[in-house]
Each structure stands twice: as C-alpha cells, then as structure tokens.
C-alpha cells in the first residue's frame, strides 16, 4: 500500500503505527534483557572502571567467554549502550567503552539514576509467565515467592538509592515536626512494614543517628537479606527485622513513626495493614505511606509511569496480590481515592498528600 493510500486509511494508519511500535518494543525488551546480562555478569562495571576493553579483556576480567563477551559488547554498541573505539579494527581487538552519563545509569548504585536493576525487575516479573497464565484462568494468584530472586534483589536495587539519600532527607522531613522527633531523645521507634530487603530502614537509621528501626516483611528470603544488609552497614544493634504479616493483629508496639514504602498495593488486605499501622503509632504519631504516583483516574494513553505501572500489575503486582484470599486485588495502579478509602477503612481521621514532587511516588501522610 504506498503512502498516500495509508493516510486516507485510519485503519491502516493505525496498522502500520501499531506494528511500528511492536517492533520497536520487541527491540526494547533485547536492549532491557541485554542490560540484565551486562548487570549481573559485571560487564557495566568492569567498562566503568576499566574501560575501554576488548571483548577478549571484558571476558578475562569477569571470568565469562570471550565469543559471548563480544556478541555482547557488538549488540551493545549497535543498541547505542556502550560506545565503540575504533569500528573498522578487526572484532577481537575492537575496544567498547561505557560513555560519560551511561556509567551512572548502569554502573553506580548510589545515583539517583541508578537504573540497571529495572532490567532485573522486569525479568524477574516475567519469571513465573506459566503461573501468571494459569492465574488468569483460575482467578487464583501467584505467590511472591514465585518471583524469585530477581524481583527481590531488583525491587531493592531500585529504591536502595532513594531511600539511603532522599527517604529521610526530603521525604520524612516533608512531615511536619517528624525530624525532630526522630533527632530527639529519648530515641524514637519507627516500624517499616513491608520492608523488604531492609534499605528504608537503612535510610532513616543513617540520615536520624539516634532512631531504631523495626522492619517486617511476609517474605523471609527478603527478611535475610534485609538482616544482612542491616550487618553489612554496620547497623544491626539499631535495626531488627522479622518475618511478620503487616495485618497480623499480633503485632506489637508503640512508634513513634510507622512507615509502608512501594507495598500496601501489594498487600491482600490493605485495610488490615493500615489498622494495624494505625494500632502502632503512638497517640499524635505520624503514618507514612509511599506508593506509586499514578494518576488520579483511569486514563487511556496516559503513557509513562502509567503504562510501566500497569504492565507490572498484570505480570505481578495484581497476581502477587490475589495469591492470598480473600484479597482486595489491588494491583499496581492504586489511585489515591482507592488508598484514602484504605485509610478511611482502618480508621483514619486524616490522609494527606504530602507536597513532596516526585517522579515516581505519591507521599500520604495518615493521622486520627
Ligand atoms: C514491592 S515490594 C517493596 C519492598 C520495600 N518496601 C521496597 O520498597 O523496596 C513489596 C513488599 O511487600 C511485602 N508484603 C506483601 N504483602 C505483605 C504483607 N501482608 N505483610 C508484610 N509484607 C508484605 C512483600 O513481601 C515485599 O517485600
């Protein structure tokens, strides 16, 4: 069909863009799933720190095989990752090297736009695809612990550096009066629910030197590597973590700031959760809620943190979700007035939307 023809076609213009965008899409799975390879063999960091290399010397320095490490290196520099030096050289001495910028986005995980673990999120959310199939079919759910290692350790890689350098620093601060309390003696309880592998806690207890922190989670390969995480900083006398479900009735305690980062739309029974933070802030204290800055309602064609959120809710979110019955199968997309009726739910008087700006998260402030 020439060109002209297309245009006067919408469904055909229509056709074309939507192949155009598959194909495009197909190429930007390979470029997230290479970037997973390169992650977790350690080629982003051999090029940061030694680059440029041949694919003879990325091989010896990360004890892979030289054909894979060039395979590798060349889809790279074709997907605009990595850059080569020299492209008329013969392969075996063609040097790659990660540009000025790159090195930040697949090779620092203390910048904010630290973003390599996202490859590793994503593959582990596409890790149980037999499972989540049959969950469509059944109604039934997924369990997270079906989702393997991958989920875990990228779902903690990609908020470690927001949460060591801005969970505290802006975001808890955004509370009115919490930094003082937190700085203040007697040294203040906080509890984090769903506290996967520990870096919240991390992140206030290094930013509020007095505070001591108690993580829950229901997983316990997270609880593990959250108590290692704690060792590994030099915390573990201030941070104390426990496999616990956020409902469970339990759970005991007075804080004096109860916190749930990026989970109550995780959780089967929200609304049980949220009564249960509730139960454990002291009288006046705050509760602090973190999840995804969606939009307000449903909107078709929103793009960007719209569609991410949504494509990880039909792969995980949602199923992870429904794996416990009764459920509220919340999913990924949990609107505000979805969250405040939550809140409203478990007895809050108060849900406030903390004036914090934020790519990727919405800040409720619950109180009463
Ligand atoms: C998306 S991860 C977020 C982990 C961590 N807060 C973070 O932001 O990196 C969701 C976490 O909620 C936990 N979770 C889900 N349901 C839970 C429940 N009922 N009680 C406690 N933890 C739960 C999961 O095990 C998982 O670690």
New binding site residues.
């Given amino acids: 069909m020439s060109a002209a023809a297309i245009f006067a076609d919408p469904a055909a213009e229509r056709r074309a863009a939507l192949s155009e965008r598959l194909m495009n899409a197909a190429s930007g799975a390979f470029i997230l799933f290479s970037v997973y390879l390169g992650d977790q063999l350690g080629y982003y960091q051999a090029l940061s720190t030694g680059g440029p290399l041949t694919a003879k010397e990325l091989a010896r320095r990360t004890g892979t095989h030289p054909r894979y490490a060039r395979e590798w290196l060349e889809q790279q520099a074709v997907a605009g990752v990595v850059l080569v030096e020299d492209e008329q050289a013969p392969p075996e001495s063609r040097r790659f090297r990660l540009p000025p910028g790159h090195d930040e986005v697949l090779a620092r995980p203390d910048s904010l736009d630290y973003l390599a673990p996202m490859a590793q999120l994503v593959a582990g959310a596409v890790r149980p695809l037999e499972q989540v199939l049959n969950a469509y079919r059944s109604g039934g759910g997924v369990p997270?612990e079906s989702y393997g290692r991958d989920l875990?350790e990228g779902?903690?890689r990609?908020?470690?550096a927001m949460?060591l350098y801005q969970l505290g620093q802006e975001w808890l601060a955004a509370v009115p009066g919490l930094a003082a309390r937190l700085n203040s003696d007697p040294a203040a309880k906080v509890a984090?629910?769903?506290?996967?592998?520990g870096?919240?806690a991390i992140g206030v207890a290094r930013c509020y030197p007095r505070v001591q922190v108690d993580g829950?989670?229901?997983?316990e390969p997270?609880v593990a590597l959250a108590r290692k995480n704690a060792r590994e900083a030099g915390l573990e006398g201030r941070l104390r973590f426990d496999v616990?479900?956020?409902?469970?009735p339990d759970l005991a305690g007075q804080y004096d700031l109860v916190m749930?980062?990026?989970?109550v739309?995780?959780?089967?029974?929200p609304v049980?959760?949220l009564r249960t933070m509730r139960r454990l802030a002291k009288p006046g204290a705050p509760v602090f809620v973190?999840d995804e800055r969606v939009e307000e309602r449903f909107t078709p064609n929103a793009g960007g943190l719209e569609w991410l959120m949504y494509g990880f809710s039909v792969l995980h979110?949602l199923p992870?979700?429904m794996a416990?019955q009764p459920s509220a199968a919340t999913g990924t997309v949990m609107r505000a007035e979805t969250f405040r009726g939550y809140a409203g739910a478990a007895g809050f008087r108060r849900v406030e939307v903390l004036p914090v700006e934020h790519p990727l998260f919405r800040f409720y402030w619950l109180s009463g």
Avoid: K
């Fill in positions: 997270y875990r779902q903690a990609m908020n470690r949460f984090d629910l769903g506290c996967g592998a870096w919240s829950f989670d229901l997983d997270s616990r479900d956020a409902g469970d749930a980062l990026e989970c739309h995780d959780m089967a029974d049980g959760a973190a979110c992870a979700g416990a």
